[in-house]
Each structure stands twice: as structure tokens, then as C-alpha cells.
């Protein structure tokens, strides 16, 4: 039925009316109160803009560090910087500030409260050094350690996991195979 065009009561009216199938039982009633129709859509996707995305990309490309916050936490409240930025700028152009004023005024924010941040986090590293405890976790922390640190468990997997030692040992003794084939033939000399 996929050559033909139209939904389920089109394509059965079709059927029946050629003596392809018989009536079903259900067709007469599905005529009187026909399912509901949903417009379709030409193909193309609306691209879904707000209207603060034009100062997020100012922002990231002010902040190019900042891009490696993740833009939607699903665990987490706190919208990311850029976002904020972008809220603070509209909300200055608002109150009637200048575009280029509004800007600079919510990068002075953005980059006081990171300041805060990091004198807070440092402070709190004092004290737990002296408390003997583990320092929290860095609120800015670089992008590369995070990765390294998702990456850390499967680098370590490979020479604590049979599975991996094992793949490796059956690829070093095809490598030396390889080299043992090569040196009987004399490829190498």
C-alpha cells in the first residue's frame, strides 16, 4: 500500500472501490467520523531562535573558554554564563542602554562574579587543606582536565581489563608473525 498516496480510509476506500479487498467492517463507520488530519509540513525545519542567541555567540567569542560549560546541564539549575550574559545584555537594552554599554556592562559582571568564584573556591581549598579534608570540586575547571578525567577510567582499562590485554597480546603476536613471514621471504634485508 506504500505506492499509494493518502492515509489509512483513502488507501482502503481505493482498495474496495477496485476489488482488490472486500469492505471491512470498520470502514463504514471510520467514513462517518473520519480521523483527524494533521497538516503536514513542507520538509524544512524552522531553525529555532531566541532572541538572546545573537549575544551568546558574542560572548563565546569574547569567552572561547567558556564554551566547554555545558550548554544544557539536564542535572543542574544554574542556566550557563553565556546565557546569563545574554539575559543581563537584554535586560540592559530594556532599561534603554546602549547596545555596546549593555555589553560591556554585563561582561564586567560576568567577569567579577567569575573572580568571586575562584577567590571563594580558593578559600574553601585553605580550609579544607587545613581541616584535612578533600578540597570541592573547581567551578571553572579546564575543559581538558574534564576530559581527561572521563577518558582516565577507560585509559586505565586497557592494562587492568583481561578483555583488552588479550586483544593486544593476539595483535603483538600477529605483528610478529608478520615481521617473522617478511624476514623468511626476504622482503627485508
Known amino acids: 500500500m506504500s505506492y499509494m498516496r493518502g492515509d489509512l480510509l483513502t488507501k482502503m476506500r481505493k482498495l474496495v472501490k477496485g476489488l482488490a479487498k472486500p469492505a471491512p467492517t470498520w470502514l463504514k463507520a471510520m467514513e462517518e467520523a473520519p480521523p483527524v488530519t494533521f497538516p503536514r509540513s513542507d520538509g524544512k525545519i524552522k531553525k529555532i531562535e531566541m532572541p538572546e542567541d ?80 578533600r578540597p570541592p570540586p573547581n567551578p571553572y575547571p579546564s575543559a581538558i582536565k574534564e576530559i581527561q578525567a572521563e577518558e582516565k577510567k577507560y585509559v586505565m582499562d586497557r592494562f587492568f581489563n583481561p578483555k583488552v590485554i588479550e586483544i593486544a597480546n593476539k595483535m603483538k603476536e600477529e605483528r610478529d608473525l608478520l615481521l617473522q613471514d617478511r624476514a623468511a621471504s626476504g622482503q627485508w634485508q
Open 54 to 133: 545573537v549575544y551568546v555567540k558574542r560572548f563565546f567569542k569574547k569567552h572561547p573558554d567558556s564554551l566547554y560549560h555545558d550548554a544544557i546541564k539536564i542535572s543542574g539549575f544554574d542556566p550557563p554564563p553565556a546565557r546569563v550574559f545574554a539575559w543581563r545584555v537584554l535586560e540592559l537594552k530594556e532599561q534603554g542602554v546602549s547596545e555596546d554599554d549593555a555589553m560591556a556592562v554585563a561582561d564586567m559582571e560576568y567577569r567579577a562574579e567569575k573572580k568571586a568564584k575562584k577567590k571563594a573556591y580558593k578559600e574553601l581549598k585553605e580550609i579544607a587543606r587545613s581541616e584535612g579534608k
